[in-house]
């Protein structure tokens, strides 16, 4: 018997002969969500437990072959789908997609890894709480690829990223071990806290198997506004009236350029996007009052807030929602905005942050660089204004076949944009993470400081380097 057939044997002894997936079409789990990269694995294994998925990275560490931890295969930076060798295993969590309970008085939901975020926004709001995380992706993304790469959304401005939402986790180490660490406290300070050590890590520290994540009261209200502005200056004059007029009840403060917003009427036309037609506002905002009032009370924070803003010029029209269904328009127009860039075109994406409030003078210098360089290149710019996170992206200009305009550009227009991310002091990555499509970059935009102690960490956890090899850290 070859060394293969021995692993593979060994594999379907613990997760059943039907969930090693060798044959067929694999692309699920072998395509980035991007199309940026296709990969070959050397076997897809779904195992159901944390005994199983211990077992399972065990054996392989045994053979002497490297994991690729994957949820939902949502990530943007080719960080959960093999590379093209076949000799990595795919583990997919998907099958391990139960909520294991709910503690009302601690506030608190124990999850498997596996399970989709909508399904756990479903339960919880089921029992009357809220669990806040939430971005476009939520159909099919896992909490443990949340996790796995402190994902943001559109509630950070009020809740936080992930990592901020994660009370404990539950991880199988390199070597096949299980911690548990599912305390659900709040405070906890003794040592260093590895769960903020695996979150973020993107799979290359263990597999997290499950996680316990703070839950809140649910809103009595959320009203969503989306109004049209003069400039980026004035989304900024906006978000810091909005930080005033509703204080914790800002539960969202997305922007969205022009260009940006155009993409979803070109390839969503059934979404009516307000303000297409006023050529004096080069962005619009979609924003969140939560309020734990009265849908009154909210309504009357949201029209002072946007009286001031009228009288300050810095919002020219508004629309506010009158219903959940009309609410849900709203936000189903931002959300469409990577799906309708995608239908465009392949693209280069950005997730930077800035300070919010130099945002503006980032994006005007950062514009007219591209446009030196790349006439006509065309910029989708939009996203988490609110947290000083934009989705900074560069489409090919019109007419420019998308995929040589990658290959030939791809690399000065990254430059381009992330010399002026450093020298705004920014982070080249805010919320997808590094995957492999960041690797390089990472190197040279991080202090050679902090790389050494990433190494350190990595060689520490995974000296063999079998977890995600070649993702966030070359160790080469
Ligand atoms: P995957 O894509 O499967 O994996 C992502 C990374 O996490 C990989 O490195 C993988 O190895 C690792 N990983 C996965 N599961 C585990 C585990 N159990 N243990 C350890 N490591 C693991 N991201 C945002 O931050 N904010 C957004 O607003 C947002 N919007 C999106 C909208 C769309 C339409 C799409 C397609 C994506 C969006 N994303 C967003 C990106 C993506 O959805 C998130 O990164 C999400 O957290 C990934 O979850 P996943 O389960 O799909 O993980
Ligand atoms: C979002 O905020 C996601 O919609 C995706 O992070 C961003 O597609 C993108 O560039
Ligand atoms: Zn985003």
Same mark, same amino acid.
């Given at each position: 018997?070859?060394?293969?057939?021995?692993?593979?044997?060994?594999?379907?002894?613990?997760?059943?002969?039907?969930?090693?997936?060798?044959?067929?079409?694999? @692309?699920?789990?072998?395509?980035?969500?991007?199309?940026?990269? +296709?990969?070959?694995?050397?076997?897809?294994?779904?195992?159901?437990?944390?005994?199983?998925?211990?077992?399972?990275?065990?054996?392989?560490?045994?053979?002497?072959?490297?994991?690729?931890?994957?949820?939902?295969?949502?990530?943007?930076?080719?960080?959960?789908? $093999?590379?093209?060798?076949?000799?990595?295993? #795919?583990?997919?969590? /998907? &099958?391990?997609? /139960?909520?294991?309970?709910?503690?009302?008085?601690?506030?608190?939901?124990?999850?498997?890894?596996?399970?989709?975020?909508?399904?756990?926004?479903?339960?919880?709001?089921?029992?009357?709480?809220?669990?806040?995380?939430?971005?476009? @992706?939520?159909? %099919?993304?896992?909490?443990?690829?949340?996790?796995?790469?402190?994902?943001?959304?559109?509630? #950070?401005?009020?809740?936080?990223?992930?990592?901020?939402?994660?009370? =404990?986790?539950?991880?199988?180490?390199?070597? =096949?071990?299980?911690?548990?660490?599912?305390? =659900?406290?709040?405070?906890?300070?003794?040592?260093?806290?590895?769960?903020?050590?695996?979150?973020?890590?993107?799979?290359?520290?263990?597999?997290?198997?499950?996680?316990?994540?703070?839950?809140?009261?649910?809103?009595?209200?959320?009203?969503?506004?989306?109004?049209?502005?003069?400039?980026?200056?004035?989304?900024?004059?906006?978000?810091?009236?909005?930080?005033?007029?509703? @204080?914790?009840?800002?539960?969202?403060?997305?922007?969205?350029?022009?260009?940006?917003? @155009?993409?979803?009427?070109?390839?969503?036309?059934?979404?009516?996007?307000?303000?297409? *037609?006023?050529?004096?506002?080069?962005?619009?905002?979609?924003?969140?009052?939560?309020?734990?009032?009265?849908? !009154?009370?909210?309504?009357?924070?949201?029209?002072?807030?946007?009286?001031?803003?009228?009288?300050?010029?810095?919002?020219?029209?508004?629309?506010?929602?009158?219903?959940?269904?009309?609410?849900?328009?709203?936000? +189903?127009?931002?959300?469409?905005?990577?799906? !309708?860039?995608?239908?465009?075109?392949?693209?280069?994406?950005?997730?930077?942050?800035?300070?919010? %409030?130099?945002?503006?003078?980032?994006?005007?210098?950062?514009?007219?660089?591209?446009? /030196?360089?790349?006439? =006509?290149?065309?910029?989708?710019?939009?996203? +988490?204004?609110?947290?000083?996170?934009?989705?900074?992206?560069?489409?090919? $200009?019109?007419?420019? *076949?998308?995929?040589?305009?990658?290959? *030939?550009?791809?690399?000065?227009?990254?430059?381009?944009?992330?010399?002026?991310?450093?020298?705004?002091?920014?982070?080249?990555?805010?919320?997808?993470?590094?995957?492999?499509?960041?690797?390089?970059?990472?190197?040279?935009?991080?202090?050679?400081?902090?790389?050494?102690?990433? &190494?350190?960490?990595?060689?520490?956890?995974?000296?063999?380097?079998?977890?995600?090899?070649?993702?966030?850290? %070359?160790? /080469?």
């Amino acid at each position: 018997m070859t060394q293969l057939t021995q692993l593979l044997e060994q594999l379907r002894a613990i997760v059943g002969a039907g969930n090693v997936l060798t044959d067929g079409n694999l @692309s699920a789990y072998e395509q980035d969500w991007r199309k940026r990269e +296709h990969g070959k694995s050397l076997a897809v294994v779904r195992p159901a437990s944390t005994p199983e998925v211990a077992a399972v990275v065990k054996t392989c560490a045994a053979a002497g072959v490297s994991i690729v931890p994957q949820g939902g295969n949502t990530g943007m930076v080719v960080g959960s789908t $093999p590379d093209a060798s076949g000799t990595q295993v #795919v583990l997919s969590l /998907q &099958r391990m997609n /139960q909520v294991r309970a709910l503690d009302g008085a601690n506030l608190t939901v124990t999850v498997d890894a596996g399970c989709v975020l909508q399904a756990i926004q479903e339960t919880c709001e089921t029992a009357g709480f809220l669990f806040p995380l939430s971005m476009a @992706s939520e159909g %099919s993304c896992t909490i443990g690829g949340n996790l796995g790469t402190n994902a943001g959304g559109t509630q #950070v401005v009020r809740y936080g990223n992930t990592r901020e939402l994660c009370l =404990g986790l539950e991880v199988v180490t390199a070597q =096949g071990e299980i911690w548990n660490g599912l305390s =659900g406290l709040r405070k906890d300070n003794t040592g260093y806290d590895l769960r903020h050590l695996m979150i973020g890590s993107e799979g290359t520290l263990g597999v997290i198997t499950g996680a316990i994540m703070k839950l809140y009261p649910l809103p009595a209200t959320q009203l969503t506004a989306f109004v049209a502005v003069p400039s980026l200056d004035a989304a900024v004059q906006l978000l810091g009236l909005a930080h005033q007029h509703l @204080s914790a009840g800002l539960t969202g403060f997305e922007v969205m350029g022009r260009f940006a917003l @155009s993409l979803v009427t070109k390839h969503f036309p059934q979404l009516r996007v307000p303000f297409a *037609d006023n050529a004096t506002a080069p962005y619009c905002v979609v924003l969140e009052n939560s309020d734990q009032e009265s849908e !009154a009370h909210a309504r009357i924070c949201f029209e002072r807030l946007l009286e001031m803003a009228m009288e300050q010029g810095c919002v020219l029209d508004a629309v506010v929602a009158e219903s959940i269904t009309q609410a849900r328009a709203l936000w +189903h127009i931002r959300e469409s905005i990577p799906l !309708a860039q995608a239908q465009e075109g392949l693209n280069i994406k950005h997730d930077i942050s800035i300070a919010v %409030s130099r945002i503006p003078e980032f994006v005007r210098l950062t514009d007219a660089q591209l446009q /030196q360089a790349y006439p =006509g290149a065309r910029l989708v710019n939009y996203g +988490h204004l609110g947290d000083g996170n934009l989705h900074y992206n560069v489409q090919a $200009p019109a007419g420019v *076949d998308a995929e040589a305009f990658l290959r *030939d550009d791809e690399v000065g227009v990254n430059t381009i944009v992330y010399d002026m991310v450093d020298q705004f002091n920014g982070s080249i990555s805010a919320e997808h993470g590094v995957g492999s499509l960041k690797r390089e970059k990472l190197e040279q935009h991080k202090s050679p400081v902090a790389l050494g102690m990433m &190494r350190a960490i990595k060689q520490a956890l995974d000296p063999d380097n079998r977890m995600n090899p070649g993702r966030v850290l %070359s160790m /080469q």
